[in-house]
């Protein structure tokens, strides 16, 4: 009996496998600016940068972004009420007249008004940072400060009072607020108090009395983001600085997940609500010089991690802060970074809407192939869009990007030579042309024989 080329057993191994989830990464806008945090409200994507509120659309590959005013202050949070009211919390430095964190807008940035209304009541909490909007009571918002701080608003902004620490009470700062998605009544707090120890507070009744779910009796360490299951109110990511803790309890006890090299600070974490084993994790170097844009993920519950490095770019500054937005049936992670504007990462094309069948029929095929040598790749675009086409391998890393540019309706063509972007041969395996076109995602399988 004959035995098979390595082409032959190639092919067969590449029509038993799945298809890899490929890491995307995709510049997203907002270039030299800092972004401190990003917001979802219907198709649009605003950001909080550093001088003053942004937006673009969700569904375009554009990465330009609209000014919504505040120009020339730095953002801290964001509640976006509908496309004309907004509230912002701003960086303020207490000195002289330059007091007043809170500002109001209700023709969608053409005009912001100062929107205090006693937070801080003229302490030194003045300064509101992060800003959430509850999803069990959509008049109601909570609002973090410098001190071990929650306040609660239950009339859009228009009056505050302290639930959680006092006002006046100074401290590193509370960092987040967020509330369980399976259980809007359950709010979690963390930050990092007088004695630079890192806590976390959860209420169980909407904000209105907390308890300690998290309390290190010693550590040089803060919590800066958190992230709960879609569905177990038990279950809870905190990132912290230069690690990553979960409870399964709701927060009695505590186990460390996760210590990477270089101890960064995870400002960002999210859990895919599609897969709820996955999560996403982010942040910055304590080092100050321009660091890689990395970002860490596990697909079981934080058991195991892997990172995926951008590499287009090497000036970035780390990540401020994370937004997982739900789309197409798969996950978008956006990353407001320091001083590099805004970032998408995705998993190819479970993260892009696969699930759409029109998706299937846009890379029509790669012949010849198995190969020895160039591919022609065909694809339908089916009216004038932004089209990326890109060679991953079967770990999920770039090869080559043959297309990234708008192109007219129709059928087109492209040649894959079989070598990777510094021009040498690709070694032989199983590759995959990735074709993206606004939010369909196609992929096929390209086997490369020796």
């Known amino acids: 009996m004959a035995t098979p080329d390595r082409s032959a057993w ?3 191994l590449a029509l038993a496998l799945p298809a890899p989830a490929v890491a995307q990464w995709r510049f997203a806008g907002l270039d030299g600016h800092m972004v401190k945090t990003l917001v979802r409200h219907e198709g649009s994507l605003y950001a909080g940068t550093d001088d ?68 801080g009541l003229g302490f030194g909490t003045n300064e509101a940072r992060a800003l959430l909007r509850s999803a069990a009571d959509r008049n109601t918002i909570f609002a973090t400060a410098p001190g071990k701080l929650v306040a609660k608003s239950t009339n859009l902004g228009l009056s505050w ?105 995870f400002y960002g974490i999210a859990v895919s609500p599609t897969q709820p084993t996955r999560v996403f994790a982010a942040g910055l ?37 994370m937004l997982l937005v739900e789309q197409g049936g798969g996950d978008r992670v956006f990353l407001g970074t320091w001083g590099a504007g805004v970032f998408e990462f995705a998993l190819g094309a479970a993260a892009v809407g696969a699930h759409n069948p029109q ?8 012949t010849p192939n198995p190969t020895r040598g160039a591919v022609c790749i065909v694809c339908e675009v089916l009216s004038p869009s932004w089209v990326q086409l890109v060679i991953h391998d079967v770990c999920g890393r770039r090869v080559e990007s043959l297309i990234d540019r708008v192109l007219p309706a129709g059928r087109h063509e492209s040649m894959w030579s079989g070598t990777g972007r510094r021009g040498h041969r690709v070694t032989p395996g199983i590759y995959y042309a990735t074709l993206r076109v606004g939010r369909l995602v196609a992929s096929k399988r390209i086997v490369v024989g020796g």
Request: hydrophobic letters at 35%; glycine letters at 10%; charged letters at 15%.
């Open 10 to 12: 190639l092919l067969l």
């Open 52 to 119: 003053g509120v942004r937006f673009t659309s969700l569904v375009s590959p554009d990465t330009t972004w609209m000014s919504a005013g505040l120009t020339g202050r730095e953002v801290n949070g964001l509640v976006i009420v509908d496309p004309d009211t907004l509230l912002a919390s701003t960086v303020i430095s207490g000195a002289g007249a330059d007091t007043i964190s809170i500002f109001r807008t209700v023709d969608g940035g053409e005009a912001w008004e100062p929107f205090q209304n006693g937070f």
């Open 161 to 265: 009072r302290a639930v959680m620490g006092d006002w006046g009470y100074l401290a590193p700062g509370t960092h987040f607020v967020s509330e369980s998605p399976a259980a809007p009544s359950i709010v979690w707090a963390g930050g990092e108090n007088t004695a630079h120890l890192p806590y976390v507070e959860v209420s169980r009744d909407c904000g209105e009395t907390w308890t300690t779910a998290y309390d290190a009796s010693s550590s040089d360490n803060s919590c800066y983001s958190i992230a709960c299951d879609p569905a177990d109110t038990n279950l809870v990511y905190v990132g912290m600085e230069g690690q990553i803790i979960k409870t399964t309890d709701g927060g009695d006890t505590w186990s460390t997940l996760y210590l990477p090299p270089g101890a960064p600070y």
């Open 285 to 321: 170097l304590h080092n100050p010089e321009p660091q890689p844009l990395v970002i860490h993920l596990s697909d079981d519950q934080g058991e195991h991690w892997v990172t995926h490095q951008e590499d287009e770019i090497t000036d970035h500054h780390g990540v401020l802060c």
């Open 359 to 366: 998706a299937t029929l846009l890379l029509q095929r790669c």
